[in-house]
């Protein structure tokens, strides 16, 4: 009788040892959204529960940030006529964001280039060489220091239009994580479009090798980045763009000071940091700003990495990334000191 009452005992330990969590399981799914391919994956007990809440959350923000839904957050303020528009707090985060990296990479980023944009025909995949003239009638509507922010409106000029397409993804990251954390996944990974955001390490421990394109040969990979509990977001000449008739290449990440692509000595800027949306607005400004400005803004902000590949085929490294870089490149690579 004692016997047995120690065999219960004990089973009733391991039950309350091993019974609060359940048994994590690794799931994955693609989908389509913002204009881009995705895939996340997840090790958690509920995976699957949780990569549905993600997929829910990542089409709910496309319908609020998305500057070619005629409902969205963005659509209304474009619409707006130069009047106050109420947005949901997720539109004013990201607004908050854009304003902020706007001001640190005086201007490179500026979520006002919309119209010009539109003249590229790259927010409709229907590209053309805007005239010299055409851009200068749409350059003075360019300026971010004209979109005015309060707790839950944002208004803008009436000749204005803005453009979250630059840091959406990242934050999009950066709420997919949060529904990850929330439900006790501690490894992950996702990539919106080649952004990656990772949780932990891999499930066995080892770090995520997350690999950069070679922006010379977009089918190929430039390099190997071991993280933990990193974005690494990348912005590219290659990732979109077009030939015009005279053989010339144009790109999607223009230069507001110009409104042509930037072209500044930079052809991929890959920044690695802890929130997806510091990354990705950050690493559309950095291309923009090019080598010299993107390393001074390195050295004063110190609280992200990056690596450049410029334009003459250097690999540029900031410090931090030293030890966990792996070259597959024949590329020369150089370190950027902290001072
Ligand atoms: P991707 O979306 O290809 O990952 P980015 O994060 O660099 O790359 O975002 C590029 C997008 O940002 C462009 O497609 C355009 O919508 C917008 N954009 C281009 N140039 C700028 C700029 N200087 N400032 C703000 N937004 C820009
Ligand atoms: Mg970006």
């Known amino acids: 009788m004692q016997h047995r009452s120690f065999i ?44 549905q809440q993600a997929s829910d959350r990542i089409k709910g923000l496309e319908d609020t940030l998305s500057v070619t839904r005629p409902d969205s957050d963005i659509s209304k303020v474009n619409a707006a006529n130069g009047a106050p528009v109420t947005v949901q707090p997720d539109t004013m985060n990201v607004l908050q964001k854009a304003m902020q990296i706007g001001k640190v990479s005086g201007g490179a980023l500026d979520i006002t280039l919309y119209p010009v944009l539109k003249a590229w025909g790259f927010t409709t995949h229907d590209n053309h060489v805007p005239t010299p003239a055409e851009l200068d009638a749409l350059l003075p509507n360019v300026d971010y220091t004209q979109v005015q922010l309060s707790d839950d409106t944002v208004q803008i000029p009436a000749d204005a239009q803005i453009d979250l397409g630059a840091l959406a993804k990242g934050y999009t990251s950066d709420a997919v994580m949060d529904i990850f954390r929330e439900g006790g996944a501690q490894s992950a990974i996702i990539s919106l479009g080649g952004n990656v955001q990772a949780i932990g390490s891999r499930p066995d421990g080892t770090p995520w090798q997350v690999a950069v394109v070679d922006p010379f040969a977009p089918s190929e990979n430039l390099c190997i980045l071991a993280v933990e509990d990193r974005a690494v977001i990348t912005s590219g ?57 993107a390393k001074a803004h390195w050295q004063k902000a110190q609280d992200f990495e990056m690596l450049l590949v410029t334009s003459d085929g250097t690999i540029l490294l900031t410090e931090g990334l030293e030890d966990c870089f792996t070259n597959l490149s024949s590329m020369p690579v150089e370190v950027i000191p902290r001072a």
């Open 8 to 51: 219960i005992a004990a089973g009733l330990c391991m039950l309350l040892l091993t019974g609060c969590s359940a048994p994590s399981k690794t799931e994955s799914t693609d989908l389509f959204a913002m204009d881009t391919y995705m895939t996340l994956k997840v090790t958690a007990p509920d995976a699957e529960g949780l990569l």
């Open 237 to 293: 000449n290659y990732e979109r763009y077009f030939t015009d008739e005279d053989g010339n290449t144009w790109w999607h990440i223009l230069d507001p000071a110009t409104g042509y692509p930037a072209d500044n000595g930079l052809v991929s800027v890959t920044v690695v940091g802890t929130e997806g949306l510091y990354c990705d607005a950050l690493s559309t400004a950095l291309f923009v700003e090019g080598t010299e400005q």
